[in-house]
């Protein structure tokens, strides 16, 4: 199995001048992606090894993202990224657990980092990066950490979830197979890239095929919809939530476009994923762009495991059916087989090494004989899998976001006033689910915009609730345990 940086160099002797990558600085081929990572590797990393290291990306999307992942990878390191708009809080907590060692940054986000002890390098990218740089970079092991990513579980605490060169690989080969991708392509990248959702399935696939990975800073509807409007894109992928304010944005502001209809129609592939994908919001897409979105399955441990076919009929309301290289088989809570319902469990090529620093974790997430258990409840309708729900009511999926309940409630109850709460989500067709908060004072009640400003500095903006009661009370039971679903009524 190859490694990242193999893969990548194949693209580079294949695809030398093609441009593969668009961002708001400009346009960049295969070889000035190489320059620049090779200067990265060259001047700031000192051409060292960063064998087993952890070097820590918080970079734009574009080339400064690209070329620092690049050249970590490059130096045998396995690279941690950021999400540039979380708060200085949670950063600091992943450069602590994860034990960076370095952290690679544009200079333009200098202010949004937390005060710390871990060297931090900014790379100059104002330069075209279109003089050759010598060859110079360590060949890791395709059994070496590539990839931590950071997914909050239902211990509370977000956990590194670390993946081998040879696990990147093969979600990646996967995905391009299944989905077929070429070197055709022109896919749109505006989601978060610390997310497998924005790493695997959009950005490495795009550029592991030698397509363009055109990439804009964050998503906005109006934008996205003038990148549309010029041809050239023929891969979407998104969250549900995106393809409802894409449908309100229409809506609002290009019925009568015939001409963006027929290049939607243009489109190779179109697919929803991250989260839930209400059968109301695939025809009402169907109705607009004619396509039917292709939704499938994975989770950041497992990468992709179940999609709807290419080819072939696409089922709403379905995640598809098995993808090569993967094993699946479903359970019951005594482990018990079962054949048409319970809890999904898998195992493939593309599965994580383990979550980071966490052994007793890791081995508590796998059967004894080797399972992964995901921890979501699916069903088998005539070959296709239907996700039913899951095990855990502490973990909510909100805007394509796998969230803890508890790592919001610990944050919670540290406020002076919060005497009791519970965090649980609630069905929402835009979001799949959103987080309420019921919460017992102590003495003065509070509103939710106060709360969501002061949870602000703590938390991401996306694991903030939406919705807060006030109750005199959180039901539980015998043993004091909250009762979730109960929690879910008083909503």
């Known amino acids: 199995m190859q490694t990242v940086t193999e893969q990548f160099i194949d693209v580079l002797v294949d695809h030398p001048r093609k441009i593969i990558l668009i961002d708001e600085r400009g346009k960049w081929n295969a070889s000035q992606i190489y320059n620049a990572s090779q200067y990265i590797l060259n001047d700031i ?16 999307p574009g080339l400064s993202y690209t070329a620092c992942m690049f050249a970590g990878w490059m130096s045998g390191a396995m690279m941690v990224p950021l999400c540039i708009t979380h708060p200085k809080e949670e950063l600091l907590y992943v450069l602590e657990d994860s034990g960076a060692e370095l952290i690679l940054a544009d200079k333009e986000l200098r202010e949004l980092l937390p005060q710390t002890k871990v060297k931090t390098a900014f790379p100059d990218f104002k330069g075209t990066f279109t003089d050759p740089v010598p060859a110079n970079y360590t060949t890791p092991l395709s059994t070496d950490p590539a990839l931590m990513l950071y997914t909050s579980g239902t211990t509370g605490k977000p956990k590194g979830v670390v993946h081998s060169h040879a696990s990147l690989s093969a979600q990646v080969n996967t995905l391009i197979q299944a989905w077929e991708w070429s070197e055709n392509d022109h896919i749109l990248h505006f989601l978060p890239l610390h997310h497998t959702h924005g790493i695997i399935n959009k950005w490495l696939c795009a550029l592991m095929s030698g397509a363009v990975c055109e990439m804009l800073d964050k998503f906005d509807a109006d934008e996205v919809w003038k990148r549309i409007t010029s041809g050239r894109i023929n891969v979407l992928m998104a969250v549900p939530t995106v393809y409802v ?16 209809k027929n290049t939607l129609q243009q489109f190779r592939l179109m697919v929803s994923g991250s989260a839930a994908l209400p059968v109301s919001v695939l025809e009402k897409w169907k109705a607009i762009s004619g396509h ?47 054949a048409t319902e319970g809890e999904l469990q898998v195992r493939g090529a593309n599965m994580f ?16 004989d080797g399972w992964f258990r995901t921890g979501d409840l699916v069903r088998i309708v005539d070959s296709y899998y239907v996700i039913a729900g899951r095990l855990s009511t502490d973990i909510i ?39 309420g908060a019921a919460v017992v004072w102590k003495n003065d009640t509070h509103e939710l915009e ?42």
């Open 397 to 435: 999926k909100s805007g394509g976001y796998k969230i803890s309940a508890l790592e919001i409630e610990a944050v919670l109850l540290t406020h002076p006033e919060v005497k009791e709460c519970a965090v649980v989500g609630i069905a929402d067709e835009t979001w799949g689910e959103r987080i």
């Open 45 to 60: 990393l000192n051409s060292r090894s960063f064998k087993g290291k952890r070097i820590v990306v918080f970079c734009r």
């Open 292 to 338: 039917v979105l292709l939704e499938r399955y994975g989770m950041t441990e497992t990468g992709m495991v179940l999609s709807n076919p290419y080819n072939g009929e696409r089922r709403a309301g379905t995640v598809g059916q098995v993808l090569p290289g993967m094993e699946v088989r479903l359970a019951d809570e005594e482990n018990h087989l079962n």
């Open 450 to 491: 106060i709360i969501r400003q002061w949870l602000s500095d703590k938390l991401a903006a996306y694991k903030l609730p939406s919705l807060l009661i006030s109750v005199n009370e959180i039901p539980r039971n015998a043993m004091g345990k909250a009762v979730k679903q109960d929690v879910k009524r008083l909503f």
């Open 353 to 368: 090494s383990g979550y980071w620093n966490r052994e007793a974790e890791t081995k508590k997430s796998f059967t004894k």
């Open 245 to 260: 304010k894409l449908i309100e944005s229409f809506h609002q502001n290009h019925t009568e476009n015939a001409e963006l």
